[in-house]
């Protein structure tokens, strides 16, 4: 019930602070995963849906961890918290939670269900899509760091919108 409270904040919050670059990505991941949280609570399928929340908070530990220390001056603790990221990352939602998809799918978890469990699968599957496309940001960032020396977020940078720009630099030229 923890991480449930814990995914339905994030979608307040994420529908009610400023939007970023990543907010239709994030509304997609945070709304699939309340569904399939609730789905699972529902289904009494508390065991699935604890070992998927546990995968998932192997590599968001290192991802947090990461955050907070790109937010310092120093990339002396950034950089092996980012290789800790990839390495978690790769391992937990690229290898192993495609594995428990496939051991969802053929272990009759949910039987007695028949039209439930391919829409459950369906979700998990769009989950590893978020998961294949989010690890490819950070492989660009991971070759932005060795070949450019960059240590820069782009999955979170904010888009400025062209003509919020244009009228930001027209107010300014009136003061002058």
Request: proline fraction near 3%.
């Amino acid at each position: 019930m923890a991480v449930f409270s814990y995914h339905i904040y994030s979608i307040v919050q994420h529908l009610t602070i400023k939007k970023e670059n990543d907010f239709v990505e994030m509304l997609f991941h945070h709304s699939i995963t309340l569904y399939l949280m609730f789905g699972s609570y529902m289904m009494n399928c508390l065991e699935c849906g604890a070992v998927i929340s546990f995968l998932h908070d192997v590599p968001d530990c290192f991802v947090m961890l990461c955050k907070l220390a790109s937010q310092t001056t120093s990339d002396l603790a950034t950089v092996p918290l980012f290789i800790g990221v990839i390495t978690s990352w790769a391992y937990t939602r690229m290898y192993v939670f495609p594995h428990c998809i496939y051991l969802i799918a053929v272990s009759g978890l949910f039987s007695d269900l028949p039209y439930v469990l391919p829409i459950y699968i369906f979700f998990l599957s769009c989950l590893v899509v978020l998961h294949y496309y989010w690890y490819s940001i950070f492989m660009k960032i991971l070759y932005a760091l060795i070949f450019a020396g960059e240590t820069e977020d782009l999955q979170n940078k904010i888009e400025v919108d062209e003509h919020h720009t244009n009228a930001e630099i027209n107010n300014k030229e009136k003061t002058q």
